[in-house]
């Protein structure tokens, strides 16, 4: 009993240390507008992917005004942020997840190729946390596409919506359980390697 309690307190020290790190990353302007500008490409990215077909029609469209189009596409995005089920619940999760991750890894590669040899010796770390996003993203671009995939036919068959919801809301929650493996192994990569020491409050 006594060991485990060790091994969960060991677990809670170094996921606060991985979130104090992160904080004091994103509490810097520039990498704080990176965040942003990050989180919008996911969301976009999340949007568009399975609907640039749509999107395509809409822009293109003779018979739709300037005003019109660009009413379609800032409700994509205020739809985005329209939390009613657990897929949106767990997309933005993951969107936010992701962009954070992207901003460690880009204030990583900055503040870290600063320092002579910090990239040579690291490389081969930075293509495994590289690759991790890759794997994190794969499974949020499936969720879409099984979306897509279900067609139509997922609006008339109450069994197929709800089988739907739960294979697209298994496949973002993957992606979180990823996304956070990753931005822990991120973290410990910066503080271990002298670039940034975590300040409790």
Do not use: H
Not at 73 to 88: G, V
Not at 142 to 152: D, E, F, K, Q
């Amino acid at each position: 009993m006594t060991q485990l309690l060790y091994k969960f307190g060991n677990v809670c020290r170094k996921a606060m240390k991985s979130y104090y790190t992160t904080k004091q990353i994103l509490k810097q302007r520039r990498y704080f507008l990176s965040f942003l500008l990050l989180w919008f490409i996911t969301i976009s990215v999340l949007l568009w992917l399975v609907n640039i077909n749509l999107l395509a029609f809409i822009l293109t469209s003779p018979v739709l005004t300037l005003a019109d189009k660009l009413d379609f596409i800032f409700d994509a995005y205020i739809n985005f942020f329209t939390i009613n089920n657990p897929i949106n619940l767990s997309r933005f999760i993951f969107s936010v997840l992701l962009a954070i991750n992207l901003t460690l890894l880009v204030f990583l590669w900055q503040v870290g190729s600063q320092r002579l040899g910090f990239v040579k010796s690291n490389s081969g770390a930075l293509v495994v946390i590289i690759g991790s996003n890759c794997v994190a993203c794969g499974t949020s671009i499936v969720a879409p596409l099984v979306t897509a995939i279900a067609g139509s036919g997922a609006y008339f068959s109450a069994e197929r919506f709800a089988a739907t919801q739960l294979i697209v809301t298994a496949a973002n929650i993957l992606g979180i359980v990823l996304i956070v493996w990753s931005i822990k192994g991120i973290a410990r990569r910066i503080v271990s390697s002298g670039l940034l020491t975590p300040k409790a409050l």
